[in-house]
Every structure is written in C-alpha cells, then in structure tokens.
C-alpha cells in the first residue's frame, strides 16, 4: 500500500474511471467526498489511521443498510450495499480473527492487572487503542465481556 491512503484512492478512482467500473467509481467518489468533508472540518489534511476510520465508518454504514434492506426484503439493494462494501473493504487493514482478539484482550487484562468486569475501562480503552480499524469494536466489547466474567 502507498504511504498515503488518499492518493491510492485517487489513482484508484481514475483506474475505475478509465475501467468503466461504475460501482467502483460511485463508491470511491463518496469516500474521496467524505475524505474532503473531514479535513474541511478539521482544517488540515487526514493522516492515513484518519482516512482508516472513514472508511470503517463507511463499510459500516453499508453494514446497517444492508440489514435494513434485507429486513425490508430488497435484495435488489442488498446486493449493491454488498458490491459497495467488497470495494471499501479493500483499503481496510486484514481484520483480526476472534482467536486472534481473544490473545490480544487477554494480553492486555494481564497488564492492566483486571480483576472483574469493574475494570472493563480500564481494559477497553487500553484495547480499542491497540485494535483501532484491525477489529470491529462492538466484538471486542463482547469478547473483554466474557473473559471478565
């Protein structure tokens, strides 16, 4: 991957533009325009772990669409959520396995020294910070969850 996230999506986007792929191209102008909003908001340029969580945020938007969709029997929509989806999820980091946080979260209960769930704080945010855009966070809630109790 290129030292700058943006850019890669930049080239991608004229890639898609030259391939005729439209799905690509709708999904990657969206992205570059969420891109674009964010640093106008914060005055300044995104590094690449910023421009990382937009796109989580976008291919969890997807995710909430899709399981809307598919509550209102539209698969015609679910399949284009899904599309969308399979291309941000290309610029997202390998997301951890269960196993894998399992091993992670344990590690760190072990070095905050976690008793029992009254410190799943101190837990979490020690966690969420080591997993950030590598694990969705609502797993990893679940997971320091169980192995605190």
Do not use: C, H, W
Not at 21 to 43: F, H, P
């Amino acid at each position: 991957m290129k030292a700058n996230l943006k850019e890669k999506l930049e080239a991608d986007l004229r890639q898609a533009m030259k391939d005729r792929d439209n799905v690509k191209r709708s999904v990657l102008r969206l992205l570059l325009a969420a891109i674009q909003n964010a640093e106008i908001a914060k005055r300044g340029s995104l590094d690449n772990p910023d421009v990382l969580g937009i796109v989580a945020r976008e291919v969890k938007q997807r995710n909430e669409s899709i399981e809307a969709f598919k509550q209102g029997d539209r698969q015609d929509l679910v399949a284009q959520e899904e599309a969308e989806m399979a291309v941000l999820k290309e610029y997202l980091p390998r997301q951890l396995s269960r196993e894998e946080i399992i091993a992670e979260a344990r590690q760190v209960i072990e070095e905050v020294g976690a008793q029992g769930p009254r410190d799943k704080g101190k837990v979490m945010s020690r966690i969420m910070a080591q997993l950030k855009g590598k694990a969705d966070g609502r797993e990893i809630n679940e997971i320091v969850t169980e192995l605190l109790n």
